[in-house]
């Protein structure tokens, strides 16, 4: 789905020309533009712009006007400008974030898009587990995401454009209907969801910003660990803990199992750093909840994924084949429900 | 009629044996993003081929277990709509251990199908 005629290209590069000159207050060279990642609706793509005599790498976040197509977007996912929003908002908090420079205006005619600064590491984790460049940082990262969610869920509200308000009730109605959009009953996934109706934590006191997809595959590292938190298009208002029990759901420690914390460390290292930065107290009691939570989540992800498919919103052997990911899931939860907490 | 040998498995294994030990390699140099697609194919093949000798018997396993839990008999797809109803309707929990058995049987068949490294 990477494939893009040349006019694609030509156009894009033509668009950030204009809109890069507007913003560096000069006339913007364009070098070494290429598509990165994503699909067909979310496009990532790489470039340097030359102004004034200065060198700046940059990414492009667009989604392109759509199609009248089927979209294959989820409905709970941030639009372009709210995400950029959100990404100023925690950058200038503190957060280890990218850089956002400037969003496109609609007559520039790429769809919803903006520019942000390009940050050195690799999001790959199979690269990161098991490389030997990142020795030194595996010893770091789950510290460095604890200390870093601190500082994401430190976010002034008053500094953030409106976001949905999500907990934990309003997440398990979302899972039920999603279940019920597939063409197939999953006993597992139902019990489970169940299981979390009737132990919802305690409402809290006070929503705080959640990234919604804190995960191992959504940050960059390098030698010296994480320099970036990306894949903000999650974010909502609600329970901090749902980001920490989110890191740590199985299938984001790609093998690395008897690490919870992304693969990187164990639960308590996590919460140590955590709250040494600031982050309140955590509760194993919760974190579990949340961990199941999203266990059972990344199951129906999966499902969907299938189904953007499977229903013809997009054609994608890649996407078809992750439904057949979301048992992994159902074995981890059937262990999970299994813990006494 | 019965096919002839090669079965659905040995046919989908030669494939996928093809696949992953000559054209991937080809592919990785040429086009990398095609090769990670090849790979994808490969481990799905090895799916089909594993659902092709596991997966009738353990359909007919679940279907089994699903008759004597819920006390009649339906379409294994009928049977799992109403199981997965009474759960969501609390009407079964995690406490009924024939229930947990019949699910941990389920999962642990289907698993074996779609990643039995998984742990």
């Known amino acids: 789905m990477t494939v893009h005629t040349a006019s694609e290209a030509d156009q894009v590069a033509g668009v950030l020309a204009s809109a890069a000159a507007r913003y560096f207050g000069g006339p913007a060279v364009i070098e070494g533009l290429s ?5 067909a609706s979310r496009q990532t793509w790489s470039f340097d712009a030359v102004a004034g005599g200065e060198r700046h790498g940059l990414i492009l976040r667009r989604d392109p006007p759509t199609t009248g197509k089927a979209s294959d977007r989820s409905a709970t996912a941030l639009d372009r400008a709210t995400e950029f929003r959100v990404l100023k908002a925690a950058f200038k908090a503190g957060v280890r974030a990218p850089e956002v420079l400037f969003e496109l205006m609609p007559q520039d005619g790429l769809g919803e898009a903006f520019v942000m600064r390009r940050i050195g590491g690799t999001a790959i984790a199979r690269k990161l ?14 510290g460095q995401l604890g200390e870093i969610l601190a500082r994401v869920h430190a976010v002034e509200l008053g500094s953030l454009p409106a976001l949905v308000r999500r907990e934990a009730a309003d997440h398990i109605a979302g899972l ?23 132990r919802k934590p305690a409402p809290i006191e ?34 901090p803990v749902e980001d920490l029990g989110w ?31 600031g982050g309140a107290k955590v509760d194993p009691a919760r974190a579990h909840w949340w961990e199941v939570f999203g266990t059972v989540r990344w199951g129906i992800i999966c499902h969907q994924q299938a189904w953007r498919h499977l229903g013809g919103a997009v054609k994608s052997m890649e996407l078809a084949s992750i439904g057949r ?3 992994e899931t159902e074995v981890d939860l059937l262990q999970l429900l299994k813990e006494k907490i | 009629m019965a096919q002839d040998r090669p079965t659905a498995a040995e046919l989908l294994s030669a494939i996928a044996d093809l696949l992953r030990e000559e054209v991937t390699p080809v592919l990785d140099k040429v086009e990398p993003r095609l090769g990670f697609q090849m790979r994808v194919a490969v481990n799905s093949l090895a799916i089909l081929e594993r659902e092709a000798r596991l997966g009738p018997a353990a359909d007919r396993r679940e279907h089994e277990r699903l008759v004597k839990l819920l006390g009649r008999d339906a379409s294994l797809d009928d049977l799992n ?17 024939a229930l947990m058995a019949h699910l941990e049987a389920t999962i642990a068949d289907k698993i074996a199908i779609a990643n039995p490294k998984w742990r």
Request: with cysteine; glycine share 10%.
């Open chain 1, 247 to 277: 890191l740590c759901v199985k299938s984001w420690r790609f093998g690395a199992v008897d690490k919870p914390a992304g693969g990187f460390g164990s639960r308590e290292e996590l919460w140590r750093a955590y709250e040494k930065a």
């Open chain 1, 35 to 39: 598509r990165e990642s994503g699909g």
């Open chain 2, 81 to 97: 709509r109403e199981l997965a109803r009474q759960l969501r309707a609390g009407e079964r929990d995690e406490r009924d251990t």
């Open chain 1, 129 to 142: 587990l098991r490389d030997p460049p990142y020795e030194k940082a595996r010893g770091l990262i789950a």
């Open chain 1, 176 to 198: 039920r209907r999603a279940l019920d959009a597939l063409s197939q009953p999953q006993p597992v996934f139902e019990l489970a969801l169940s299981w979390l109706d009737r």
């Open chain 1, 325 to 327: 990911r979301a048992v």
């Open chain 1, 206 to 239: 006070r929503a705080l910003l959640v990234h919604g997809d804190y995960r191992t595959g959504n940050y960059l590292a390098d030698e010296s660990g994480v320099t970036a938190i990306l894949d903000w298009e999650g974010a909502h208002l609600g329970d």
